[in-house]
């Protein structure tokens, strides 16, 4: 039986994706690296901000990912007022506690910038477990992030059900032996599917999430 969620949290909890496009693009340009919006699609991947960085910019110390990583910052900062809750997440995390279910997350966001977010949405005491991306050694699909959420949430995998917009966190997801559902935020349903997804819901406004809640039972 489900006893949790596990949500991510860009695409999933927060509709954060053209903010990100829009910093990682300024960020990009003031150290000389002009990027199209199709390779841009990169940052959608549920990856950590190293690999981001060591994408675009090649081998770097870690002096520098902490401070592209901050600039990169304080670009999203400039934009912060454009995120936006998913549709329904709100009412879908009443549901949750209200069925008696542990609602936790697992992102490859930064630890600062997960818990700036949650705060400033007022989301930061909705959750029974947090885990970011500086928590872990390997990002996703490593499933090493689902795996210390369930360890924090006191749950086996087999207890808990994800939701993930990214094919690297449905594959996270089912490495750690967790159930996920797909949130096609980002428009990816069959890519969602076809790396394990059960079920693609695009929000949590359609009547498809009464699915998802009956997978807990």
């Not at 369930?150 to 207890?159: D, E, G, I, K, V």
Request: net charge negative; hydrophobic share 40%; with cysteine.
């Amino acid at each position: 039986m489900i006893k949790g969620i596990v949500f991510d949290m860009d695409g999933v909890l927060i509709d954060s994706h053209p903010v990100h496009r829009i910093a990682w693009s300024k960020f990009l340009a003031t150290v000389g690296k002009c990027v199209s919006d199709e390779g841009l699609s990169f940052i959608l991947a549920g990856r950590r901000r190293e690999e981001i960085l060591r994408h675009f910019l090649g081998d770097l110390s870690e002096s520098k990912i902490a401070e592209y990583g901050h600039q990169k910052d304080l670009f999203f900062e400039e934009n912060f007022q454009d995120v936006r809750l998913i549709p329904g997440v709100s009412k879908f995390l009443e549901t949750l506690e209200t069925a008696g279910l542990e609602a936790g997350i697992a992102t490859s966001a930064s630890s600062a910038r997960t818990w700036g977010t949650l705060r400033r949405l007022e989301l930061d005491q909705k959750f029974t477990a947090v885990v970011t991306g500086d928590d872990v050694d390997a990002g996703k699909p490593d499933p090493a992030v689902y795996k210390l959420a369930a360890q924090r949430m006191n749950l086996s995998p087999r207890q808990l059900l994800v939701l993930e917009d990214a094919p690297c966190g449905v594959q996270a997801a089912k490495a750690a032996g967790m159930r996920c559902v797909g949130v096609s935020t980002n428009g990816r349903a069959e890519m969602l599917r076809q790396c394990g997804a059960e079920l693609v819901i695009p929000d949590f406004l359609d009547p498809s999430i009464e699915t998802l809640l009956q997978l807990t039972g």
